[in-house]
């Protein structure tokens, strides 16, 4: 039986920001000596999208998308205490991505986002659907309709936000070797956006 499921998890209520100049708090997330790009936030809200460090559009990625000025990202991680870190008040937010699971080790499926719409309140609704897709084209695991930021206030604009929605998998042995694929959609109710993202890992 796949070992797929929802994580709970709460107090997300400090975002990672950034300034006008350029970055406030710097997201840097370990990928293959890489880090995670930011979003520019020098157009208007609805124009914002994902750039790089050097303010060039990134927003081709299948794993980042920005649509109406709402823009999310997925990410796959082994590092079980990526909650503490984000929870820390101060300094860069170090997430450790990887591309290959190990078997029997617990991985995450994590959503980050910015600029979602606020209803009459003031407050948004998004949520996500996730799927894992096995080495043969199965399913190996999905989890629907999950609360990513529902009923809370947005992030400032151009601020990052983690959501409270997350999967967790755990390859046992007798699962396929390959590639896996991994899917997210994410809906911003208030905004009417849906973005569709993947990414994937290998299981030697």
């Not at 039986?1 to 998890?9: G, K, V």
């Not at 991985?107 to 986002?113: A, R, T």
């Not at 998004?126 to 930021?149: E, M, Q, R």
Request: charged share 25%; net charge positive.
């Amino acid at each position: 039986m796949p070992a797929a499921q929802d994580t709970a998890m709460a107090n997300f209520e400090a975002p990672r920001t950034r300034n006008r100049r350029c970055f406030l708090k710097r997201i840097a997330v370990l990928l293959s000596l890489c880090f995670l790009t930011i979003p520019s936030i020098s157009a208007g809200e609805e124009n914002w999208t994902w750039r790089d460090s050097s303010s060039v559009k990134v927003d081709g990625k299948t794993s980042m998308k920005s649509k109406d000025g709402f823009g999310s990202q997925l990410l796959i991680t082994n590092d079980k205490d990526y909650l503490k870190k984000w929870k820390q008040p101060t300094g860069p937010f170090h997430l450790h991505t990887v591309k290959s699971a190990l078997r029997d080790q617990p991985m995450f499926i994590l959503i980050v986002f910015a600029n979602p719409g606020v209803d009459k309140e003031g407050l948004c609704d998004i949520s996500a659907d996730f799927t894992v897709i096995d080495p043969h084209g199965k399913l190996y695991g999905d989890i629907k309709d999950k609360n990513c930021w529902q009923k809370m206030p947005p992030p400032p604009v151009g601020n990052i936000q983690l959501s409270k929605a997350a999967m967790r998998i755990v390859i046992r042995k007798e699962d396929a070797s390959g590639k896996y694929l991994v899917n997210a959609i994410v809906k911003d109710h208030v905004k009417g956006t849906e973005l569709k993202l993947s990414d994937y890992f290998d299981v030697a």
